[in-house]
């Protein structure tokens, strides 16, 4: 296969074959890896880092609906790159049967006239731009937070791990630094290195 062949299949294997439910992404291995190997729980998807290989990549795609996003932009990358792009936009957007094409929607034909589209074109006429809004389209990455799983924050700023505003706090007496005192001295007396203990430990080093 061309570099650009495998290009797209890897796209399409991702977008609609490759089953993350059972398999982990793994790059070390022409084989496949199960999910089960790992023990990575119930996470969307996985994806082994090949240098720390406990580590799962996926889990910031742990969220149903990162975990959607990132599918469809797999999918729109795959549609974009499948078709040839000129300066005007796709060659063609839907492939149909021949009776369900018309001259109405240039962009719907069928195979065949796909076909007789691309042999038409020359080199200089196809035209792909490595830009995000080709495959984020109109959406944009959720925010999900981590901790409660809560649309719109992250653990940062999470609702749920804020500290509450403690009330006024009167100062210590008098008295009670004496006692706070005197409870450090007995820690110290008790349990502070003995001279002995210090000449062991100097040992061990040499």
């Known amino acids: ?26 790059v070390r291995s022409s084989e496949p890896l199960l999910r089960s190997v790992k023990n990575w729980g119930n996470r969307r998807i996985a994806i082994e880092d090949p240098f720390h290989q406990n580590v799962n990549l996926g889990s910031p795609l742990g969220s149903n609906q990162t975990f959607d996003f ?32 018309s001259d109405e929607d240039p962009m719907r034909c069928t195979p ?6 691309m042999e038409k074109l020359n080199r200089d006429d196809v035209k792909w731009n490595f830009e995000p809004e080709k495959i984020l389209r109109s959406k944009r990455l959720p925010v999900v937070c981590s901790v409660c799983t809560g649309e719109g924050h992250t653990k940062t700023s999470c609702p749920e791990l804020e500290v509450p505003k403690v ?10 630094f004496a006692l706070l005192d005197n409870v450090c001295w007995n820690v110290f007396r008790n349990f502070a290195q003995r001279e002995i203990d210090q000449t062991n430990r100097f040992n061990c080093l040499f």
């Open 1 to 26: 296969m061309s570099l650009g062949h495998l290009w797209l299949r890897l796209l399409q294997f991702y977008a609609y074959s490759f089953a993350n439910n059972e398999e982990a992404v793994c």
């Open 70 to 101: 990132f599918l469809e932009c797999m999918r729109n990358m795959f549609h974009y790159f499948w078709i040839p792009q000129i300066n005007t936009g796709p060659l063609f957007v839907h492939l149909a049967l021949p009776g369900d094409c």
């Open 112 to 117: 065949e006239e796909a076909l007789r589209r």
């Open 167 to 176: 009330g006024y706090i009167p100062p210590p007496d008098l008295q009670y």
